[in-house]
């Protein structure tokens, strides 16, 4: 799943100022590490005066404000035939707002010292914002610009535009992009979900200023909004600034309806492509992030192929065999969709070879689940990394206070997750283990033909990392 990032040029007064911060950053980690990512770190929920709520955690270590925003609809609220509107939307922010051109607006942005940064994903739009705790009111300001009252000005337009399609033609000849394409539309069919979030190259240069314009009003509102907020500062400047910052926006956004769908599974697929290696990928049911099941799905996925260097698929396939040099499986919870996900590549001419144990381990999986010392393992490991993946520095806490709002699981869920990964037991393991891997999967191979016949499936995918989990 292709993000964008557009990010405003990074200032140089920001560069100078965040040095010294950065070097006191380097040198005290390991004694502000532990006070950020502990598990009674204070989490406020903030109403502003206009009733713009945000999560705040105050931290004055060192005298910088980060804030992550998102709002929901991204590149599934794109209108049929306008696919990579939001994904060209988000390029255009720091490109011009309210007054000033962009010109004007980088020139201030640059002497303000603060960043800020936009980018579009499927479910969501989403904003970061940084700056020292000095350069506030003037970052704000502009951020206020960015938010409210983008330009979408014809000269930066077409430039965005332009690298929008330069980057569509480089995907069009590569195996790792169309794979990915024919991957989606397979799986998800005439969703949103099956079309790229940059869009299609007819697509793009379809659209239009008023497109842009009526994207923005349309998603842009208060009640599809949230944010989140670590640093040097406290809950009534911060209220004062939510305010500034989104208050003037329209009450309620006005999304289509999106549904839900489960991914069309049970499919063989190839893409024929002259490559040394042959990936292959995987797709099987997922569960739904709020699902009750889902620490137990998670656990399972753990000691299958989510714990990588420590899990079944790898021992099986790259220790002891030497087929690969990465393998793993994840759990995807979107928002419309969820499923559970195998990747790796091998030499093309042991394809069926490595098909038979991945599948011979996903059949043990489901039919015995986890030895209670895998679960224990997996629970312990689960327990222990998410503060290293999750709550690290200030950026990545934001990102994942975010994240947990936009999953609606609650301002105390840090606090409750080490007891609900702890409650769960192996027949709940085993039980989801039987829900989700007794199904067929569909199975994609890229790279040289194979023989043909029903073993030769076909996929595209570099080895799978783990997905980081932010709720889960």
């Known amino acids: 799943m292709k993000t964008n990032r557009f ?7 920001m560069q100078v100022k965040v040095l010294l911060a950065t070097v006191l950053l380097a040198f005290a980690f390991v004694a502000i590490h532990p006070m950020l990512a502990r598990a009674d770190m204070r989490i406020q929920k903030v109403e502003s005066p206009a009733g713009i709520t945000a999560w705040l955690v105050e931290d004055y270590s060192v005298p910088i404000v980060s804030m992550r925003f998102a709002f929901r609809g991204g590149s599934v609220q794109d209108p049929g035939g306008k696919e990579g509107l939001s994904y060209l939307m988000s390029g255009l922010f720091d490109e011009g707002a309210g007054d000033l051109d962009r010109e004007a607006f980088q020139d201030r942005l640059d002497d303000s010292g603060a960043e800020i940064s936009f980018s579009a994903d499927t479910d969501e739009i989403l904003g970061s914002f940084r700056a020292i705790d000095e350069d506030l009111e003037e970052g704000f300001a ?21 690298q929008i399609l330069t980057g569509i033609e480089a995907g069009s000849r590569d195996p790792q992009e169309q794979s990915n394409r024919k991957w989606a539309a397979a799986l998800y069919g005439d969703h949103p979900y099956a079309s790229p979030t940059e869009g299609t190259a007819e697509s793009v240069k379809t659209l239009t200023r008023e497109d842009l314009v009526a994207q923005h009003e349309a998603v842009f509102a208060r009640d599809n909004l949230v944010v989140s907020v670590v640093g040097a500062i406290d809950a009534e400047t911060l209220g004062r600034y939510l305010d500034q910052v989104f208050a003037p926006l329209p009450a309620k956004a006005d999304l289509r309806e999106v549904p839900k769908v489960m991914p069309e599974l049970g499919q063989e697929l190839s893409v024929a492509y002259d490559l040394p290696q042959t990936s292959i990928r995987m797709a099987y049911p997922g569960v739904d992030r709020k699902d009750p099941g889902f620490f137990a799905a998670y656990l399972m996925n753990e000691v ?3 714990g990588t260097f420590s899990s079944r698929l790898f021992e099986e396939v790259r220790e002891k065999r030497g087929l690969t040099y990465g393998i793993g499986s994840s759990l995807s919870t979107r928002r419309y969709s969820s499923g559970l996900g195998i990747a790796t590549s091998t030499r093309s001419d042991r394809v069926s070879e490595t098909l038979a144990i991945i599948k011979d381990e996903v059949q043990r999986m489901a039919e015995e689940g986890p030895t209670e010392e895998e679960l224990e393992a997996a629970k ?6 998410y503060a290293i993946n ?4 200030s950026t990545s806490i934001a990102s994942t206070l975010t994240q947990l709002q936009l999953e609606d699981l609650g301002i105390d869920y840090i606090d409750r997750r080490e007891a609900l990964i702890e409650a769960v037991t192996i027949d709940q393991v085993r039980e989801q283990a039987q829900r989700l891997l007794t199904t067929t999967p569909t199975v994609m191979l890229v790279g040289p033909e194979q023989g043909g016949g029903s073993d030769q499936p076909a996929a595209s995918e570099t080895p799978a990392k783990p997905e980081t989990e932010t709720g889960g």
Do not use: M
């Open 142 to 162: 502009l951020l206020a610009k960015a938010v409210q009252s983008p330009r979408f000005d014809p000269e930066p337009l077409e430039r965005v535009r332009s």
């Open 380 to 385: 312990r490991y689960t327990i222990g990394a």
């Open 304 to 306: 299958l192929g989510g």
């Open 7 to 13: 990010i405003a040029t990074t200032p140089r007064l």
């Open 390 to 393: 999750n709550l690290d520095s």
